[in-house]
């Protein structure tokens, strides 16, 4: 299986003064299992096409086959619920969207509106909590008392519990310390090894290098590139054209080579970068 | 929830545009009282003529306009239905128990639809060409009088401004809401009245917190950058008449005289 759009357009406000066209004929096919960034300037309608994998924003017209759903501008509100039960979405900010008396209540909302009975539920909402690194003693406490950076790892949890199928992520580590960065952009990496899609918008290059298989980059609306990521990355002039840029490992090892030291290879991460710079510099010695 | 029309600013550049917002207010509100000089054929194709010539004056769609009228048009055709059963007067057509179909009756029925109609579409005529900013600025002016009462008009103005500029953001905000918790598998249109009630929670909350997180932004920022509790304030925008709002006028006097003259005939 996998995820399928046939030249899905979306016009918001669809005959009013106020009309905008937030996808343009988009169409794309990407593998059950990868990890794929979504990336593109601001506006570009990363978010747009991201609220299309739940149909939250049903295609005007187009076609879009995921997880054994078929939407189109005739799908209804009916059955969505088992479509999102396999699709979960972390919005843009998710801190923003906690309601519940506590954090463990509010991480069980997901799965009991999914159907999961309450022990299930809260053995998973516990699990996931734990795995985001929310203290045990919290669990019965305000969400609402926690930092920034806490109440976003509820969220996530929240959306975790019910483990979904196809993880869609919008800019889940903005405004995180580079640590914590870390930490949840690894616990979505394991969660697509452990059997399932990731699709993460972001703006940090150096994330799409390290975690992600494949790249859709939009741009007005438009999807302009499908590729890999190894490919995406090997022309700094197409990136720049399209105001993206490439990883810092990349980037450094273009100022070497403007200074008369080549690697064979653009490295995409730090590991690869001193990978081959010590590997080149044992030849050099040799 | 996009859809609605009413009380919607459309950018645009037309002669209405230019108009100073006092003057648009006040001619909308003496439109309304106009309306009431109007008594027969004469007068009431006078105001229908007037209204289409504001409306498209705006230059814009008038599709817009329809949108704006369609939400009320079958409370508008309901009131003209009622009039056209109940008044009684003049040749009788038709007649059943107590309803009946009288001249009048038509008459009347047509008059309160024109009437209802033409002040609709003045109306949209000052909420489109006019931003929420201008209106409550155009208010202010207008109620200044009332600041003799000890009325604080300067803070009611404001609070109003600050309450119109937050409309759509609240409403982006509860669509955001909304969609997380949808994608959560909450369903809002589902189950009986209580469920529906506690289906509200999930959005209520988030919405709650997050308007006093932008209040309490928004009165540290105004304060940071010099605001103070009734001190006097001077204007970024200063409202000035024009010879835009001469015309106005004159239009509005002509109109006026022209419904004096034929209302006796
Ligand atoms: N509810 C809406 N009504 C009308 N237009 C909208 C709406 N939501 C988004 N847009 C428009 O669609 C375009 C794409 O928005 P989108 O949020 O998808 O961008 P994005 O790529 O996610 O940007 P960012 O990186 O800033 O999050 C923007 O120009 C925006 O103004
Ligand atoms: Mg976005």
Same mark, same amino acid.
């Given at each position: 299986m996998s995820i399928e759009f046939k030249n899905v357009n979306y016009?918001?406000?669809?005959?009013?003064?106020?009309?905008?066209?937030?996808?343009?004929?988009?169409?794309?096919?990407?593998?059950?299992?990868?990890?794929?960034?979504?990336?593109?300037?601001?506006?570009?309608?990363?978010?747009?096409?991201?609220?299309?994998?739940?149909?939250?924003?049903?295609?005007?017209?187009?076609?879009?086959?995921?997880?054994?759903?078929?939407?189109?501008?005739?799908?209804?509100?009916?059955?969505?619920?088992?479509?999102?039960?396999?699709?979960?979405?972390?919005?843009?900010?998710?801190?923003?969207?906690?309601?519940?008396?506590?954090?463990?209540?509010?991480?069980?909302?997901?799965?009991?509106?999914?159907?999961?009975?309450?022990?299930?539920?809260?053995?998973?909402?516990?699990?996931?909590?734990?795995?985001?690194?929310?203290?045990?003693?919290?669990?019965?406490q305000s969400p609402f008392d926690l930092s920034g950076g806490q109440m976003r790892r509820v969220a996530i949890a929240g959306v975790l519990a019910y483990e979904p199928e196809i993880l869609c992520l919008d800019e889940p580590a903005a405004g995180l310390d580079p640590v914590g960065r870390k930490e949840?952009?690894?616990?979505?990496?394991?969660?697509?090894?452990?059997?399932?899609?990731?699709?993460?918008?972001?703006?940090?290059?150096?994330?799409?290098?390290?975690?992600?298989?494949?790249?859709?980059?939009?741009?007005?609306?438009?999807?302009?590139?499908?590729?890999?990521?190894?490919?995406?990355?090997e022309n700094p002039e197409w990136l720049a054209e399209h105001y993206l840029n490439q990883p810092h490992a990349a980037r450094f090892a273009q100022t070497l080579k403007q200074n008369g030291f080549k690697l064979k290879q653009t490295p995409l991460t730090i590991e690869q970068l001193a990978k081959s710079i010590s590997k080149k510099m044992r030849e050099y010695n040799e | 929830m996009s859809k609605i029309i009413i009380g919607r600013y459309i950018p645009g550049n037309s002669i209405i545009y230019k108009m100073d917002p006092r003057g648009k207010i006040i001619a &909308?509100?003496?439109?309304?009282?106009?309306?009431?000089?109007?008594?027969?054929?004469?007068?009431?194709?006078?105001?229908?003529?007037?209204?289409?010539a504001a409306v498209f004056a705006t230059k814009l769609k008038i599709k817009t306009f329809w949108q704006g009228v369609r939400p009320l048009i079958w409370l508008i055709l309901f009131t003209s239905v009622l009039q056209l059963f109940f008044t009684?007067?003049?040749?009788?057509?038709?007649?059943?128990?107590?309803?009946?179909?009288?001249?009048?009756?038509?008459?009347?029925s047509i008059y309160i639809f024109i009437r209802f109609v033409m002040i609709i579409l003045m109306s949209t005529v000052l909420t489109l060409t006019t931003t929420p900013l201008e209106i409550s600025e155009g208010m202010e002016w207008?109620?200044?009088?009332?600041?003799?009462?000890?009325?604080?008009?300067?803070?009611?103005?404001?609070?109003?401004?600050? &309450?119109?500029?937050?409309?759509?953001?609240?409403?982006?905000?509860?669509?955001?809401?909304?969609?997380?918790?949808?994608?959560?598998?909450?369903?809002?249109?589902?189950?009986?009245?209580?469920?529906?009630?506690?289906?509200?929670?999930?959005?209520?909350?988030?919405?709650?917190?997050?308007?006093?997180?932008?209040?309490?932004?928004?009165a540290v920022a105004m304060e940071s950058r010099g605001y103070r509790e009734g001190e006097k304030r001077s204007r970024y925008r200063v409202l000035k008449w024009s010879q835009y709002d001469?015309?106005?006028?004159?239009?509005?006097?002509?109109l006026t005289v022209l419904l004096l003259i034929f209302r006796n005939h």
């Amino acid at each position: 299986m996998s995820i399928e759009f046939k030249n899905v357009n979306y016009i918001y406000n669809q005959g009013t003064p106020f009309e905008y066209q937030g996808l343009k004929d988009i169409s794309f096919n990407l593998t059950d299992g990868n990890f794929i960034a979504i990336i593109g300037h601001t506006g570009s309608g990363k978010s747009t096409l991201l609220q299309h994998f739940d149909a939250l924003l049903k295609p005007t017209s187009g076609e879009i086959k995921l997880a054994g759903f078929d939407i189109t501008s005739k799908t209804t509100n009916k059955n969505l619920k088992s479509l999102r039960k396999k699709v979960g979405i972390v919005f843009q900010f998710p801190e923003n969207q906690l309601f519940a008396e506590t954090i463990l209540k509010d991480a069980m909302f997901g799965p009991l509106n999914f159907g999961m009975d309450a022990d299930l539920a809260e053995k998973n909402a516990k699990k996931w909590l734990k795995r985001l690194g929310i203290k045990e003693e919290l669990y019965e406490q305000s969400p609402f008392d926690l930092s920034g950076g806490q109440m976003r790892r509820v969220a996530i949890a929240g959306v975790l519990a019910y483990e979904p199928e196809i993880l869609c992520l919008d800019e889940p580590a903005a405004g995180l310390d580079p640590v914590g960065r870390k930490e949840i952009m690894s616990i979505f990496k394991e969660y697509q090894k452990n059997g399932h899609t990731v699709i993460l918008i972001t703006h940090e290059m150096d994330d799409v290098a390290q975690y992600a298989d494949d790249v859709l980059v939009l741009q007005q609306a438009k999807l302009i590139k499908h590729t890999t990521v190894a490919d995406l990355f090997e022309n700094p002039e197409w990136l720049a054209e399209h105001y993206l840029n490439q990883p810092h490992a990349a980037r450094f090892a273009q100022t070497l080579k403007q200074n008369g030291f080549k690697l064979k290879q653009t490295p995409l991460t730090i590991e690869q970068l001193a990978k081959s710079i010590s590997k080149k510099m044992r030849e050099y010695n040799e | 929830m996009s859809k609605i029309i009413i009380g919607r600013y459309i950018p645009g550049n037309s002669i209405i545009y230019k108009m100073d917002p006092r003057g648009k207010i006040i001619a &909308a509100f003496f439109f309304i009282a106009l309306i009431f000089l109007a008594n027969n054929w004469i007068t009431y194709s006078l105001i229908t003529l007037f209204t289409f010539a504001a409306v498209f004056a705006t230059k814009l769609k008038i599709k817009t306009f329809w949108q704006g009228v369609r939400p009320l048009i079958w409370l508008i055709l309901f009131t003209s239905v009622l009039q056209l059963f109940f008044t009684t007067g003049g040749k009788v057509y038709w007649h059943w128990g107590i309803l009946n179909i009288s001249h009048y009756g038509i008459e009347n029925s047509i008059y309160i639809f024109i009437r209802f109609v033409m002040i609709i579409l003045m109306s949209t005529v000052l909420t489109l060409t006019t931003t929420p900013l201008e209106i409550s600025e155009g208010m202010e002016w207008i109620l200044t009088p009332l600041k003799y009462l000890k009325v604080p008009i300067g803070q009611i103005a404001l609070v109003m401004s600050i &309450a119109l500029r937050f409309v759509p953001t609240l409403m982006d905000e509860t669509v955001k809401i909304m969609n997380a918790q949808r994608a959560r598998g909450a369903d809002f249109n589902d189950g009986g009245l209580v469920k529906r009630a506690k289906a509200i929670i999930p959005i209520l909350v988030p919405l709650f917190i997050n308007s006093l997180t932008i209040a309490i932004d928004l009165a540290v920022a105004m304060e940071s950058r010099g605001y103070r509790e009734g001190e006097k304030r001077s204007r970024y925008r200063v409202l000035k008449w024009s010879q835009y709002d001469w015309i106005n006028f004159a239009f509005f006097a002509l109109l006026t005289v022209l419904l004096l003259i034929f209302r006796n005939h």
